[in-house]
């Protein structure tokens, strides 16, 4: 069947590949799902796996096929799957377990082993094929009322887990109730983010440098979040004037941005870090200050990757009230569209320089 | 009554103050307890405030009696206490309610009202006069057992919120077994830190600046802790060669220090930072590097300021662990006593200018 996929380790390797089709008995006890896929979303991911700057082949194989964002419909089920029946909808997780003590528990989004496996991007083929086998246990179902932005789900669950990481770590406080959030940047996670703190009911401002009027500005406020442009208001000229924020949301990719957003958090502030600074920035901060700021004013900042299957359960129910509460505003983030696995080098040329994209994905077969 | 005071604002004003004694019906009730004050701590605390950098005086006074760091004996008690009898030892604890949802539920150490009320440091005065009266929901029972380091119950209370809000967090990960700690700074805090992560069964590894040896690395490796001294060997050289730690427990007082700690966090690491810095320090940080590993790591950092009653009550626990496993170990901290109110000026000389002083306290009354 074919795949997109990369020789690891060898830049601008991206290839249609002809792989053997898999088969439901490679998963154990009957567990196995068989998957034909509908569409994938590609990301920042995916862009440095194919720039070689990581990723790495199944054990024994070449290539590694990509794709982490999947949506797809089930073909088969093994005898003991009772979840899920042909014709289901579902995405699947992406980390499997390796042996630390929080894989044994599902907790692999937690691993303290430095293996991981992850589809799509270490040593476990991705989804960019024309079908997928995975154990049940790690495939969420998706209502076929909201299958048009089921893509969304994946990249959802990267904002599911570090809210949810938040309010765990606020359980201390025993009575937190966050009122007001910021979000910082404005991209795909940026956007999810400020939509999944609006349907917890905290009033949002996002921050990103593109001056208004642009599109994503007018998403942000489409869901009742403010939109700041950051050359004309920082994020620190807001804490200062309206008061610290009760939680932030770091989705720039900008390690400034995470520094600057330390000195933004009001009292028992908890400050998220989502994004991937792969680079080597050294920059000047008020060392004092910071550390001065946090231990008065009992805060938290906390990194979080990856995600737990109940962080996508918990991206589904979000995206249905979503579309419930934002009718039809999921969908203009799905921006670029790109049709069959061998249109693989426009996916890419698109994933790397299409202005203005938020969503950029394949549509592998029609739903 | 003596007490020791000083003029808010005016730098070095500490003076022996003649106030009237206080009595039980102040507090509302019959719930108000009268206790003859045996000793008293100071800190880093007493210093900046006798230093004008802050505190203030009781509304329409002029004097702020010190001290903060309290053991006492009581005296008498309201006709509601049920608690406390006279003759039974107390600690009190030192902030007092504001109006926050936290100050409501009695986590006033939470608050995120800008004003605090402390005894001995802010709108209330201390407990460095012959009594106090308070009411009974803030004074802690001490074992008279354990009343010659009674006074070391205040210092431990900020170690053991600060660890406490480290596990609370970390019921996030469900399994979380720290196995290896750093202490970095050997002061009292540190001290009590590593003391208290010991009875917790973790690995302890101590840094300060000075070179072994000296008393307090003998009193680290006392507690079986491992004590290093940073000009030989810092902890990121310790993290990269033997792995990240679980637990850091930052009281230095240096911000460099702080950033040092962020990076030799092991994978669901927490850092706590309980040191204050009052400075304007800038320095460069390896901004990009620190923002991805807390993101890939999950890891986390908390300040922690003041503690809840619950931190004293597990405090009491603690020291009574430590004097039945490291017996005599507490009672090497008390290094400075001064005898008598009177001798105010040699109390704060000793607090200033003493060297190797651990705990410099003053011993108001015979137990």
Redesign the interface.
């Known amino acids: 069947m074919k795949a997109i996929a990369v020789r690891p380790g060898k830049p601008n390797s991206v290839h249609l590949a002809d792989i053997p089709e898999p088969h439901l008995d490679e998963v154990q006890g009957g567990r196995g799902v068989k998957v034909r896929v509908l569409r994938v979303g590609v990301d920042g991911t995916d862009k440095e796996i194919n720039a070689a700057e990581y990723g790495a082949a199944p054990p024994g194989q070449e290539v590694l096929v990509l794709g982490h964002e999947s949506f797809g419909r089930v073909e088969a089920v093994g005898a003991n799957v009772t979840e899920l029946f042909p014709g289901d909808y579902v995405v699947a997780t992406v980390r499997r377990p390796g042996s630390s003590?929080?894989d044994r528990?599902g907790?692999q989004?937690?691993?303290?082993d430095d293996i991981y496996f992850e589809r799509g991007i270490s040593l476990r083929h991705g989804f960019l094929s024309e079908f997928y086998v995975d154990d049940a246990a790690f495939l969420v179902k998706f209502p076929s009322g909201l299958k048009e932005i089921g893509v969304l789900l994946e990249p959802t669950t990267v904002v599911e887990k570090g809210i949810h990481?938040a309010y765990?770590?606020q359980?201390?406080?025993?009575?937190w109730?966050p009122r007001r959030a910021a979000v910082m940047g404005t991209g795909t996670i940026g956007l999810l983010a400020a939509l999944v703190l609006r349907l917890r009911g905290l009033e949002v401002t996002a921050f990103a440098r593109s001056p208004k009027p642009n599109p994503n500005a007018r998403l942000m406020e489409d869901l009742g979040a403010r939109y700041i442009a950051t050359p004309e208001r920082s994020v620190l000229d807001v804490a200062k004037e309206e008061g610290g924020f009760d939680l932030i949301f770091e989705a720039t990719g900008a390690?400034?941005v995470?520094?600057d957003s330390m000195l933004a958090l009001?009292?028992?502030g908890v400050l998220v870090?989502?994004?991937?600074?792969?680079?080597?920035?050294?920059?000047?901060?008020?060392?004092?200050?910071?550390?001065?700021?946090?231990?008065?004013?009992?805060?938290?900042?906390?990194?979080?990757?990856n995600a737990h299957r109940d962080d996508f359960e918990r991206g589904v129910k979000d995206l249905a009230q979503a579309e419930a509460q934002y009718a039809g505003w999921l969908g203009r983030l799905l921006t670029h569209p790109v049709k069959g696995l061998e249109n693989y080098a426009r996916l890419f040329e698109t994933l790397v320089s299409a202005r203005g994209a938020i969503k950029v994905f394949c549509q592998v077969a029609d739903f």
Chains 1, 2 share one sequence.
């Open positions: 003590i929080y528990i907790l989004d937690m691993t303290t990481q765990e770590i359980r201390r406080l025993r009575v109730q390690s400034t995470v520094f009001g009292k028992n870090l989502s994004s991937v600074t792969g680079g080597d920035r050294r920059i000047e901060v008020p060392a004092d200050r910071i550390n001065l700021e946090f231990v008065l004013g009992n805060k938290v900042m906390v990194g979080t990757v």
